[in-house]
């Protein structure tokens, strides 16, 4: 700390990189200057309404004073409970074993850290990869590998993320390849964690969870995180939760605990409501599908090779040459998107693009592209 009591550049603690989309000004600037405005499909935010059924359920809880549980409500970990099993095929999970989180960023930034992750330990993650990952290595000070698809991870790895579908790339892995990889960690000491936020939206392949039998009937060292920032439309409430090994999560409940992690109980009662209907989510998928269904095509005509994006809500696209070139044609066009750069060095030559606008303005976007 300086004299004067502000935090100097030689300050303690670990140095972060600067936030990716910030490098975006120029380019957003530039779509911007469109006469039709700019299409924004450079993240992944929800665009569409809450469902009227969620907003009745956070609205009914608004007279809550006291203080929420930081383990959730009975009622909301019984639903997480009947929808794991429901939706994906997850069956047997005890309700002890679900725990409310703020959104799930929050959750994969500080998991390394509450999970005991420690200086000189190893996070491994996917080769191309959502940036928090790193960001929560880097913050617990661990070292980061970033793993090809089939790689194994190296002694001394603490935790192993898995992703599918994967945000960028929306490639999504079968039962056998997430088994290989459970197995992989195990042989080295690493619990998993796998993210789970994009599970619902599976287009050209099923995704399968971690927790699935399919993949393994041990539990042990297994997470899976789950988020309804994007089939619930609920990024704004911060809403998600993690599940898997009964005795991480115990750990993780205490920890959180004391830190005061807690989901606010409004947000719980939403969360609640959310996992008990399953209508809201298949009218989502499908919105999503039929703008999937205008974009992909928009960017083959113009020259993209769409690759993986097998789920998810991106599509993985190239066209043979630098991102940042790429950015800047699709700029001029009036379309912002995020270079694959963002995600791992393996992403130089491709841009990630969001199916989260409006069917107006994926409509602009594809017409724009056929221009």
């Known amino acids: 700390m300086s004299p004067g009591g502000s935090p100097g550049a030689d300050a303690p603690g670990p140095r972060l990189p600067d936030f990716p989309w910030d490098s975006l000004a120029g380019l957003k600037a530039t779509a911007g200057e469109h006469p039709d405005g700019i299409v924004d499909l450079s993240v992944g935010t929800p665009?569409?309404?809450?469902p009227a059924n969620l907003q009745a359920a956070l609205s009914a809880a608004a007279d809550r004073p006291g203080y929420p549980a930081t383990h959730g409500t009975p009622e909301l970990r019984e639903a997480a409970v009947a929808a794991l099993d429901r939706r994906f095929g997850v069956p047997d999970v005890p309700a002890e074993a679900v725990l409310p989180t703020i959104g799930s960023k929050e959750l994969v930034a500080w998991l390394p850290t509450l999970l005991g992750v420690r200086p000189g330990d190893v996070v491994a993650i996917p080769e191309l990869a959502y940036p928090t990952y790193e960001v929560g290595a880097t913050l617990a000070?661990?070292?980061?590998?970033?793993?090809?698809?089939?790689?194994?991870?190296p002694a001394g790895t603490a935790l192993v993320w898995l992703n599918s579908p994967s945000?960028?790339?929306?490639?999504?892995?079968?039962?056998?390849?997430?088994?290989?990889?459970?197995?992989?960690?195990?042989?080295?000491?690493?619990?998993?964690?796998?993210?789970?936020?994009?599970?619902?939206?599976?287009?050209d392949a099923e995704p399968v969870s971690v927790l699935h039998p399919s993949v393994t009937t041990d539990r042990a060292g297994l997470l899976a995180v789950h988020s309804l920032s994007?089939?619930?439309?609920?990024?704004?409430?911060r809403a998600g939760?993690?599940?898997?090994?009964?005795?991480?999560?115990?750990?993780?409940?205490?920890?959180?605990?004391?830190?005061?992690?807690?989901v606010p109980r409004p947000v719980q009662e939403a969360v609640t409501a959310a996992l008990a209907d399953d209508v809201h989510v298949r009218v989502q998928k499908e919105l999503y599908a039929g703008r999937r269904a205008v974009l992909r095509p928009a960017l083959e005509n113009a020259g993209f090779t769409v690759e993986h994006s097998q789920g998810g809500l991106y599509l993985w696209s190239t066209r043979g040459e630098?991102?940042?070139?790429?950015?800047?044609?699709?700029?001029?066009?009036?379309?912002?998107?995020?270079?694959?750069?963002?995600?791992?060095?393996?992403?130089a030559r491709h841009v990630r693009?969001?199916?989260?606008?409006?069917?107006?303005r994926i409509a602009a976007a594809a017409k724009r592209l056929a221009g």
């Open 47 to 50: 665009v569409d309404p809450v």
């Open 141 to 153: 000070g661990a070292e980061v590998v970033r793993l090809a698809p089939g790689e194994a991870p």
């Open 167 to 203: 945000n960028p790339t929306g490639r999504v892995l079968d039962a056998e390849q997430l088994a290989e990889s459970v197995r992989q960690a195990r042989a080295v000491g690493a619990a998993v964690a796998s993210d789970e936020c994009y599970l619902s939206l599976g287009w």
């Open 230 to 237: 994007k089939t619930s439309n609920l990024a704004g409430y």
């Open 241 to 262: 939760f993690i599940t898997g090994d009964p005795e991480l999560v115990r750990r993780l409940l205490e920890l959180r605990k004391h830190a005061g992690m807690i």
């Open 322 to 347: 630098d991102a940042w070139e790429t950015l800047r044609l699709l700029a001029e066009r009036g379309i912002l998107a995020a270079p694959g750069t963002f995600y791992g060095p393996a992403g």
């Open 353 to 360: 693009i969001a199916l989260t606008a409006s069917d107006e």
